[in-house]
Structures are given as C-alpha cells and as structure tokens.
C-alpha cells in the first residue's frame, strides 16, 4: 500500500487490527518475494533487473533510461544472483581459512619464538648469577687476605711494643720516684738513688735503634675491566632466521644489462638506486655503472679484487682474488687503503650489517666478524648453526648479488 491506502486501511472497522509493516519487512509468501514500488515511478513495481548498470528497475526505467541494455527478469536474475553468491561464499571461505591458518600458525611461530627467548633469557640470567658469584669470590678471597695481613700487623706490633712497655713502665717508675721524693731524701736514700740510676739507665740505650714500621703500605692494584672477555664469558644471541616468500608483483625490473662474455662480473654492489659498484673478470680497473651499464667512474687498483660490499658511510670494502687474508677500503676521495689483516685466515666473501657489523667469510667453517676498525669482535662457527636451516651446509662463500 501506499502511505494514503496504509491511512485508510488503518481507519476501517474491519482492517485497522491488521498488521502493517514496512515492504522491506514482510515475511516471503509461498517463496515468492512482495514486489517493490519504484521510487522513481510511484505505483509501479520493481520487476527488471538491468545487467549493465545492476540495478534493479521498473518498466518505465527501462523504457527511459535502460531500453538499450541487456535486461533480465527479477525473479530470474536473483536465482543467478543467489548462485554468484553463493559461489562467492565458497571463495570466501576458503580464504578465510587460509588468512585464519596463516594467522593461527604466525601467532603460534610467534609463541614459540617467545618461549625460547624466556629460555635464553633465564640461561643470561643464570651466566650472570654464576659470573657474580665468581667475582663475589674472587672479592671475599681478597677480603679474607686482608683481614690475615690485619692479624698479622696486629700480632707483630704487639711483639714489636712488648719490650717498650716494660721500659716505659720502668722508666715511668724512676722519673716519679726522682720528681716526688729527690728534696724530701735523706742523704743516705739520695746516693741509693744515684746509684740505682747509674745501674738502670745504662740499660735504656737507645743509640742505633729505630721503630720499627711495615717496609710496605698495602695497595690494590686494580685489574682492567675487559668488556670483551665479559661478553664472551657470558655469551652472545644465535637467532634463527627463516626463509620468507616475496610477493612477485612488488617486485620490479629496473633494467638489464650485459658485457662481453670474457669479461665476466666478479662482483656487483649497489651503492644508490640507480648506480652499483662492479669487478669484471681480468679487469684492473673497479668501475661503476649506472643502470642502464654505462660506465660513469672507474679506479685503478693494484691488486685482483674479488667481493664487494658498503658500509654505511658510503666506502667499500674489498677482498682480494685468491683467498689472500688482506681486506682494502676505497674511500670517499678513492684513496684505496689497508682495512684489516685477517691471518691466518684468508677473506672471501663479505658484507655489511645496518649495525655497522663487517661479516667476512674465509672459506672455512668460520665468520669473522669485525668492527669499523677492521678489529675482530666475534667468530661464528658454520658446523654450529642449526641444522634445520635452509641453507647449504658446505663451506659458506661470497654471494655475488
């Protein structure tokens, strides 16, 4: 009904009990949906369907507007529609799993993670404990040491004043007995006197005696605190690091480019996002290239460069062709100095972490990894890693990228 009939409707004696509800919210009859009115056209009920613009429409829409487009009926087109739903639900579900199992399986990788850092942590926290406890030790030994030193001073000065106390004592004694009773003697107690000082005194002689002192003060000779040595008693994190997948579609060809087959590219480092650092096969020259392969920059060196890398500060770092344990750095200026001796070992691969971490590789089971300094900071044993990583379990060499 319209808002008119709904009035009169609701007026009548016979119909105004009756319940009047919005289109929208009438019950389905026998299947078969109540029709529509047309906003558009009042009185006019929605019957088409236009499959161009999906929209639904009635007759007069259709005569206007849509008489050019491919139109179905109402009623057959929501069948269509409820299968394309359908289908789409399916779909849906079945990325929902997916997403919800990717989810699931995350939070639980992220569990375990967590787990095993509450592991480490208590192992830190129990190197640290066992580390205090040796240098409370180590403190309570020495303290102990002290307090033997202090008994034995103690003893030893009270040998040492034994004798002098007798002797004051005694002379104490004789220097009263003089000032108390020297005016009021007799002369017969005056010269016993005398006579006893003339035997006593002589047994006082001081001559060529000295008191006598410790012939050394103690000290602590404070030891070094060797930070190095601490962070190697207690330990360092091994991470494990997994493989992740790369979305192809965010991944973007720049450019290609080739050179001559006898000259082959030893090594490529990127240093901008258009210009990379390159050694070329029996080449004396380290050349840069922009990224269409022109040669923009080159520098003569004086020995056969093999693996590249940057540092943060925009310098490169170069090992030498042969396995030699010597690492050079081309500066900013391209002065081309010495970085580091690494002997016995020789360097091989080579790179730069955003810590500021030189990593080297030198064709054995072990990763020198060095400051800024070319200094060695730590050794990190391939044979160590975990077994389950994804990676080739032989020697570790340099990845040309």
Known sequence: MCDKCKDVHQRGKKTRNDDVVPIQEADKQGKVLLPEVCKTHPGKTLELFCKECLVVMCSMCFTQKHNQHTVGHIEEEMESQKRYAQEQLETLNSKLYYFSDHRSKRHEASKTFRESLDVVRKDVQAQGLMLKAEIDSIVT????????????EDESCKQDCQPDEKHVKDITQLIGDIE???????STELFELTGRLRNTVPLYDVTGKSVHVPQRTPSLVTGQLDTKQLKEMIGYVSARYEKKEVDSRHVLNLSMFRVPHQNTIISICPTEDSQAWMSVHESTELIKVNKEGK??????????????????????LITCRGSLPLIYKLSKDRQVTRFTDISPLKAWGISVSDSDEVFVTTNTITILVLNMSGENQTNLLWADWDQNRMFDRRKPSCCHW
Do not use: G, H, P
């Open 141 to 152: 030994s020495i303290l102990v040491e002290l307090s033997s030193l202090a008994a034995e």
């Open 180 to 186: 108390q009773k020297a005016e009021q003697m007799s």
């Open 295 to 316: 040669v923009i920059e080159s520098v003569k060196l004086d020995f056969n460069r093999w693996c590249l890398t940057v540092t943060n500060t925009e310098e490169l």
